[in-house]
């Protein structure tokens, strides 16, 4: 319904909009689509296998990546292909900077760790 001055007076809402945990995987699956892009894999030293790495990312208002850590993982300390891969998921996170953030989102994304797969990046 609207007022007489183009103004609406109801609150447009979606019933399927995402809500709570929802709309954190909404967010870190458009987090990590765009790092994908970016992200510069050596498919033949992760060819076979099935990692997964998880990178915690900090960012300011505008998208940029304020920090990019690798989550601890045994496996750094002791598999240098792992490294690598790990290495390589987290460098294509500082390239994506700045980021889309989806609009109402920020709150969501500001403090996020994304998990990325050599499976599904090899798709």
């Known amino acids: 319904m609207q007022d007489g001055s183009g103004v609406s007076n109801v609150t447009a809402t979606s019933a399927h909009a995402a809500h709570g945990w929802d709309a954190t995987y909404g967010v870190k699956d458009f987090i990590r689509a765009q790092v994908e892009r970016r992200w510069n894999l050596d498919r033949s030293e ?71 797969n050599v499976q599904q990046v090899s798709r």
């Not at 790495?53 to 208002?61: A, C, M």
């Not at 690598?84 to 994304?109: C, T």
């Open 46 to 116: 992760a060819a076979g296998e099935d990692w997964t790495v998880s990178v915690h990312i900090l960012l300011d208002q505008n998208g940029r990546v304020r920090q990019a850590e690798i989550v601890a993982d045994p496996r750094l300390g002791t598999d240098s292909a792992y490294r690598n891969f790990a290495l390589s998921a987290r460098n294509a996170v500082l390239l994506s900077s700045p980021l889309l953030i989806l609009p109402g989102a920020y709150d969501i994304a500001k403090d996020i760790v994304v998990d990325f």
